[in-house]
T-cell receptor, first 113, second 114 residues
Framework: AQSVSQHNHHVILSEAASLELGCNYS??????LFWYVQYPGQHLQLLLK??????LVKGIKGFEAEFIKSKFSFNLRKPSVQWSDTAEYFC???????????FGRGTSLIVHP | DAGVIQSPRHEVTEMGQEVTLRCKPI?????LFWYRQTMMRGLELLIY????????DSGMPEDRFSAKMPNASFSTLKIQPSEPRDSAVYFC????????????FGDGTRLSIL
């Protein structure tokens, strides 16, 4: 079965620091990849997605992610975080042709002003 | 686009009571998912429907949990009888039947069983 690993469970940063959150998956075939963000007390919403083309994907609010097929990874990055980025971040993977995503456990990000 | 609509937003009830959570998916979406989120277990998929038909309910924790989707615009998740360990945030999500399409989540129901 597909599995998704988010290595960092909790990340604490100061404003303006750079961010990289790891996401690795186990499926060896074609995948569709997603990052969601959940702000405190809110629902999950899509940050960005990758399904083909340029492996460097840009999303909302200055986030980007890079798909590295050889490493089965889809890490999320932001060059300079803000206090408002404090949230839970979820990586999700769909195997090619599947409509059902597998979610990682999530990474809690706290940004100190 | 109204988004996925869930009700109620908050529910507090005593153990043993029946709880019914409701969800209206985005019009045109043919997949509907119910998730449970807790600090201990993270985001868990409970059940999902395709074209109103339950496809996989292996995530439903016990027989006390049941879900229905009588039509394309409405689904319920019922817990009977409820127990304190059922306390969690329950999310409904919907999506199109395409592997490159994301899920759209509702605002969730925060359930507290006393």
């Amino acid at each position: 079965a597909q599995s998704v690993s988010q290595h960092n469970h909790h990340v604490i940063l100061s404003e303006a620091a750079s961010l990289e959150l790891g996401c690795n998956y186990s499926y060896g075939g074609t995948v569709n990849l997603f990052w969601y963000v959940q702000y405190p007390g809110q629902h999950l919403q899509l940050l960005l997605k990758y399904f083909s083309g340029d492996p460097l994907v840009k999303g909302i609010k200055g986030f980007e992610a890079e798909f590295i097929k050889s490493k089965f990874s889809f890490n999320l990055r932001k060059p300079s975080v803000q206090w408002s980025d404090t949230a839970e971040y979820f990586c999700a993977v769909k195997e090619g042709g599947s409509y059902i995503p597998t979610f990682g456990r999530g990474t809690s990000l706290i940004v100190h002003p | 686009d109204a988004g996925v609509i869930q009700s109620p937003r908050h529910e507090v009830t005593e153990m043993g009571q029946e709880v019914t959570l409701r969800c209206k998916p985005i019009s045109g979406h043919d997949y509907l998912f119910w998730y449970r989120q807790t600090m201990m277990r993270g985001l868990e998929l409970l059940i999902y429907f395709n074209n109103n038909v339950p496809i996989d309910d292996s995530g439903m924790p016990e027989d006390r949990f049941s879900a229905k989707m009588p039509n394309a615009s409405f689904s319920t998740l019922k817990i009977q009888p409820s127990e304190p360990r059922d306390s969690a945030v329950y999310f409904c999500a919907s999506s199109l039947s395409a592997s490159n399409q994301p899920q759209h989540f509702g605002d969730g129901t925060r359930l507290s069983i006393l």
